[in-house]
């Protein structure tokens, strides 16, 4: 059993994949190739927007738009204290400083209630982060008046009161990480807007900078999506709303059969891509070994509040406690999800997990 299994995915797409990538090798672009710009065409008209820039990763969908906001040193972004480290890591190199905020028990989302409090003058963006497929309630971020960057890069696919994630603020940024709900077979990542200043800043911050070769106008990064990644993406994508239905008929089938287990909440307004399938344990350690020992895979995400990680030791904000972020990183677990997952399989799962709970 497999925790993620691409290859069957792959086996299902083979033949076109090879053609595309055999494309991009004959014409040899394999930095801003045609299939970028293609890429670019599909993903936008699948999202719902009018700009899609592509990236080299997700980190860079949520860091350049920090630039493009013209945010840096005594700036302040308000992230989730429960989330993936490149959250508070683009705050801190654009040389601004993240304020973390706790989360929602039940869906693990930034907790919206707590927001107004961690205010001030300084404050120049919220960047909510769409855990485990499903995104934050946009529309009452949206009260505080500030930019919001979405970090959607676990819910590439879902929706918000039936607007697309990525589709819902000033800018919306996800992740084709190869184990993500819509991933490549290597690093890439996109951004999504309607505001095609937005999206013109992004373009130039991705390419150094620049408006045209040797003229540079920003301090940028070399923020490309090469052209075989382009291509894979695109791919991907004609399959990706089939698989969206298969993870959610999968999560379906766990939330019916774990009655009593703590799982995460899906908000009515929402629907999720199921990123991973996450529920809560007592002693971990010894759930993850008692899985082990059946050879059902698991996975942590995140072991540690974002504050606690080690690089924050000298900063203030490392000594804050943040009760449901640090509850669930010593809870949190993830379960086998994927479209191909077997009901047999499934089944396997779900025994060892009520088993787990009777002992």
Known sequence: MKFIDLNTQYRKIEVNIKKRIHNVLEHGMYVNGPEVKSCEEKLADFVGVDHCVLLASGTDAIFLPLLALGIGPGDEVIVPAFSFYATSEVVNLAGATPVFCDIDPHNYLM????IQSLITKKTKAIMPVSLY??????????KFGLPIIEDGAQSFGATYKN?????LSSFGGTSFFPAKPLGAYGDAGALFTNNADHALAIRELKEHGSQKRYHHTRIGINGRCDSIQAAVIEEKLQIFPGEIKQRQLIASRYYEALEGVKIMRVD??????YAQFTIEVDNREKFREFMSEKSIPTAVHYPSPLNKQPVYEKESFFNLDFE????????VVSLPMHPYLEVSDQKKVIEAVLQYHKI
């Open 163 to 167: 607007k697309m994630s990525c589709a």
């Open 268 to 273: 009515e307004h929402n629907t999720c891509v």
């Open 111 to 114: 907790d919206i209630s707590k």
């Open 324 to 331: 449901n972020a640090q509850k669930a990183s010593e809870r």
């Open 133 to 142: 497929g499903q995104c934050s309630d946009i529309d009452q971020l949206k």
